[in-house]
């Protein structure tokens, strides 16, 4: 393991910047979002979440994936080049880290999307454990250790330290590349706040939350369920719980006319719009409660069902502290387990 | 507020009972006090998670467009419905019945107090996080965490639209729940301060000071889904045939042009209930848009608040020969 005072973290930055594309998170207009890293930014490692999470780093919010050139009759494709330079996103907590094996199970299984590989394979996570739950976290649900994120390097902050230590391949590689920035150290201040962090943990409300009914449950049991209709009813239809989500993955593909050719892009997607799905037959979900039901089905239900039982959740809480209107998966899981 | 919730309870069961209503959209509990989402009940539920505190601030007007409408074929005929409205809410629903977009007849509408409605974020930002619990007690506010128990001022809580608080008196209801509520006394601030300080602003500030603020936008449509003015059946930017429809910001231009189109459409039907702001999810202070509005209209067209009734036409949709004319924009700054 090694150290960085905080105090010289900006020369971790500067160094890491000098060859990578780096992003942290940082506070522009009062939000705290990944950003690429530049001078003068105000790096906000100690913030618990991002509005967004990390998901954004390998699936943007809007990209274009190919362009059309239409002379008269021929129509010619141009590829759009994949990413193909390195790039390092840093304080990536333990949440947003499990949702990137989430989002491969999808992306990366065949017909692999080679936008999302070329992203994955330049990607290096530098995981921050986190010191201070909140009391919306319930990542524990979900088998993560938040004392312990999966990344290619985690680090931990106390006492004003950063502690180092790599775990894969890629994470060795970037060490050596700030090999002369940090310091060989023992783990027993990481120890100490690993048990520390694990207390407090076990004391958040969401631990009571019972998911066991979820496991194998029958998914047209689920889907039948009176409660939906209970649990949809305030819903605004807004996609603030899909575009804070680090597991959801929709997207739309859009052509652009541009005069003399066509732009391909896509873009992510909201279960919870009206037009989601929507093709020229027309039958797409049509009321709010199929839509809402979809969103929590997918990840409770039919995620699992394909994957090895595995949720398409990660317990970020984001949901639980941005809904409008605070409806959520927590209370989803809640309520449809009364039937039980 | 205890006490509030109580009465409120007793006067809901009341009116269910006596039948003047089938059902109440009301506020269900959450897991932490703070997370209160507006609900349905009716007669035969249990109204132990009913709530009504100091984070019940969603206005819930609009939900009586899906409430009154007509019953489709197979439906059966709905009962009236039962509204609480703060003081601020009731300004929305006269504007939506001005809009024709509620049926009266199928509301009664209960005017509920408000000595300003709170904000948790206030207290994450306070740097309380990890919170347990939160309890209202006079002017303070009693708030347990994971990390410690606090007491902080009530008035520190308050949401910001709050401070701009058009005041206690209800003007739509058909009975109120304390007929006499004493005015609360709001830690108040001018609600053309903020608009004001943007006008004296150079253009340059001002378009940095928007573009910091509209760049964080992940078009939610949280602002536009919540908002009472916003009650289109399809919205111009959902509709793929009106060659503006996007899901994403794709530039700097679609920022700007969404929220700008939609404070533009709702100008004069406005009734700066605040909810644009509170729900969204990047804290974009979109109500200073249409406060921006609301100051030029009542500077050109004189004072007028939208949703004081049912009747009054807008300063938009009215004319009058004294109505200011174009060229207006010129001598208030605007370049040749």
Redesign the interface.
């Known amino acids: 393991m090694y150290k960085i005072s905080m105090d010289q973290i900006d020369q971790l930055y500067k160094a890491i910047a000098e060859f990578d594309a780096l992003y942290l998170p940082i506070e ?4 705290v ?1 990944f950003y690429p890293y530049e001078e003068d930014a105000k790096v906000r490692l100690d913030v ?1 979440h991002t ?2 999470s990390a998901k954004d780093a390998f699936l943007p ?2 990209e274009n994936m190919m362009k059309f050139k239409v002379e008269g009759k021929k129509i010619e494709v141009e590829e759009v080049d994949r990413v193909n330079q390195e790039f390092v996103v840093f304080g990536v907590r333990a949440c947003d880290a499990r949702s990137f094996s989430i989002l491969d199970k999808v992306y990366l299984s065949d017909p692999v999307d080679t936008y999302y590989e070329a992203r994955r394979k330049c990607g290096v996570i530098v995981a921050t454990a986190c010191s ?5 976290c319930f990542c524990m649900k979900f088998d993560i250790d938040a004392t312990e994120p999966e990344g290619d390097v985690v680090t931990w902050i106390e006492d004003g330290v950063l502690y180092w230590e790599a775990k894969t391949e890629k994470g060795t590689a970037l060490t050596e590349k700030v090999a002369s920035l940090l310091e060989e150290c023992d783990t027993a201040a990481v120890d100490r706040q690993k048990a520390a962090t694990k207390e ?1 943990i076990d ?4 631990n009571s939350m019972d998911m066991e009914y979820l496991k194998g449950a029958d998914m047209m049991t689920l889907f039948k369920s009176e409660k939906w209709e ?1 649990l949809y ?2 819903c ?5 719980c ?3 989500c680090p597991t959801c993955q929709c997207y ?1 593909i859009r052509d652009f006319d541009t005069g003399h050719g066509i732009v391909r ?1 896509r ?4 279960c919870m ?3 989601f799905t929507m093709m020229a037959h027309g039958t797409n979900r049509k009321t709010q409660l199929e839509r809402f039901r979809q969103r929590f089905m997918h990840k409770l239900s039919y995620f699992p069902i394909n994957n090895d039982g595995e949720f398409g959740c990660v317990g970020c809480g984001r949901c ?1 502290s ?1 809904c ?5 998966i ?2 989803v899981i809640k309520t449809l387990g009364g039937d039980n | 507020m205890r006490e509030i919730r109580e009465l409120l309870v007793n006067k809901i069961k009341e009116l269910l009972d006596n039948g003047t209503v089938d059902r109440v959209i009301g506020w269900k509990a959450g897991e932490f006090c703070y997370d209160v989402t507006p609900a349905i009940f009716t007669k035969d539920d249990s109204f132990d998670d009913f709530l009504f505190n100091g984070f019940c601030g969603a206005n819930q007007s609009k939900y009586l467009i899906e409430e009154t409408k007509a019953p489709g074929r197979d439906e059966p005929e709905k009962g009236k419905i039962l509204v609480l409205l703060k003081p601020c809410d009731s300004y929305s629903f006269n504007q939506l019945i001005k809009e024709h977009r509620i049926d009266r007849e199928k509301v009664y509408a209960l005017g509920v107090p408000s000595k300003g409605m709170l904000d948790v974020n206030k207290l994450r930002n306070m740097g309380i996080n990890g919170i347990l619990g939160i309890e209202e007690d006079g002017d303070m506010v009693k708030v347990k965490t994971l990390y410690g128990d606090k007491e902080v001022a009530r008035k520190d809580l308050i949401l910001d639209r709050c401070r701009c608080c058009k005041g206690s008196k209800h003007v739509a209801y058909d009975e109120l729940l304390i007929p006499e509520a004493e005015e609360w006394e709001k830690d108040t601030t001018d609600r053309f301060a903020e608009v004001e300080k943007l006008e004296q602003m150079s253009a340059e500030e001002r378009f940095d000071f928007w573009r910091s603020q509209l760049s964080k936008c992940i078009r939610c449509n949280a602002c536009r889904n919540v908002c009472p003015a916003c009650s289109c059946r399809t919205c111009v930017f959902d509709n793929a045939n009106s060659g503006v429809a996007a899901k994403v910001n794709a530039d700097d231009f679609e920022e700007n042009m969404f929220h700008i189109i939609r404070a533009w459409h709702v100008a004069g039907r406005c009734t700066d209930c605040g909810e644009c702001s509170r729900v969204c999810p990047q804290n974009i202070p979109l109500h200073l848009l249409n406060r921006k509005f609301i100051k030029d209209m009542n500077e050109l067209y004189g004072d007028f608040q939208a949703g004081d009734d049912t009747e009054t036409k807008g300063p938009l949709t009215a004319f009058t020969k004294t109505d200011a004319e174009p060229s207006i924009v010129y001598s208030r700054g605007g370049d040749k």
Not at chain 1, 236 to 240: E, S
């Open positions: 522009k207009g009062g939000e979002e618990l509005v967004k919010t809007t201070r739950p909140e009391e919306t407090i004391r958040l409300p969401l209970g009813k305030s605004l239809g807004c996609g603030t899909t575009f804070v739309d892009s873009c992510w997607d909201s719009y009206r037009d639980i941005k409008p209107i605070s409806m959520n927590t209370k």
